[in-house]
């Protein structure tokens, strides 16, 4: 079983004519609510892309709580390790362009009660997978204690955060996309080095999701490049979340990475191709339909 750690959100999206300026008011349409934040999401793109995954978090004891374990549950996530607390249940307010560009703003909330005493016995669990809208200390600790008990260790280091030099030699893989990899390699202005220098840290291999260039796999030895598949993007919130939680499935299947990460892209593309986070993620079926028109 893959172990999800990480946040779960209420979304509040609005489409408007562009994403505001500071300072600016945009007026937009009608505004929509999905299940969301980055842990949840990674969580149910696992398992509609075929994972046996279950979800370590922090709900409210309010409505938006009991929304958002029933979505959960609803898609096959194992849910015994969800705790409920007093703080209000997580939220993000989403604004949607016509290109299907988005900006997002997070209140934390109940996410922010994730201790590192929270963390289960591991005994089971194949992978560690945490985004990074939960306390640092809690983060460190999970991978440590992943690390110790022999999982396979996944970083999405999103939101963009300076990482604590001590977090890098636990991590197999840190996912991170075209801008976030900056922000832990300020030295560089290039990809290649960039990965290189987090590399030198400890990171065993380092994906970098491009959008639509698809995406790059770096290791020391060698860097594969990844192509994604030409969409009409509608709305691209929750596609980086689809690329991890596609990403784990495939990979905790004994596929190659090169092989787990071509079934990512293809996943991450189609959620793309809708509007909302966990509602656009495909199922598994999908994803390989997507694969096979993708090579014939």
Not at 115 to 138: D, I, N, R, Y
Request: glycine share 10%; net charge negative.
């Amino acid at each position: 079983m893959i172990l999800v750690a990480g946040s779960a959100n209420l979304d509040f999206v609005v489409r408007a004519s562009r994403i505001p300026a500071p300072g600016e008011t945009v007026l937009g349409e009608n505004f929509e609510t999905f299940a969301g934040g980055k842990g949840a999401n990674q969580a149910v793109a696992c398992a509609r892309a075929g994972g046996k995954v279950a979800f370590l978090g922090a709900l409210g004891r309010d409505l938006y709580g009991d929304n958002l374990l029933y979505t959960l549950q609803a898609d096959g996530v194992n849910t015994r390790y969800v705790k409920r607390v007093t703080e209000p249940t997580g939220a993000a307010f989403i604004t949607v362009s016509p290109e299907g560009e988005n900006a997002i703003t997070v209140a934390s909330g109940a996410n922010n009660t994730l201790k590192p005493e929270h963390l289960p016995s591991l005994k089971g669990f194949k992978a560690l997978v945490m985004p990074l809208e939960t306390p640092m200390p809690t983060v460190v600790a999970y991978y440590q204690k992943a690390r110790d008990a022999g999982l396979k260790t996944v970083l999405n280091a999103a939101p963009a955060t300076r990482l604590p030099e001590e977090l890098f030699p636990l991590l197999d893989v840190m996912v991170t996309n075209q801008h976030e990899i900056f922000i832990n390699a300020p030295d560089h202005d290039n990809y290649a080095d960039a990965a290189q220098d987090i590399l030198r840290k400890g990171v065993g291999m380092v994906i970098i999701t491009l959008g639509s260039d698809g995406c790059l796999l770096v290791t020391q030895e060698k860097t594969i490049t990844v192509p994604a598949i030409p969409i009409e993007p509608v709305d691209t919130t929750g596609a980086g979340d689809t690329f991890v939680g596609a990403f784990l499935a495939e990979w905790m299947r004994g596929t190659t990475v090169e092989q787990a990460a071509r079934f990512a892209v293809v996943a991450s593309g189609i959620a793309c191709t809708k509007v909302g986070a966990q509602a656009s993620m495909p199922r598994r079926e999908e994803i390989l339909e997507g694969l096979q028109s993708q090579t014939s």
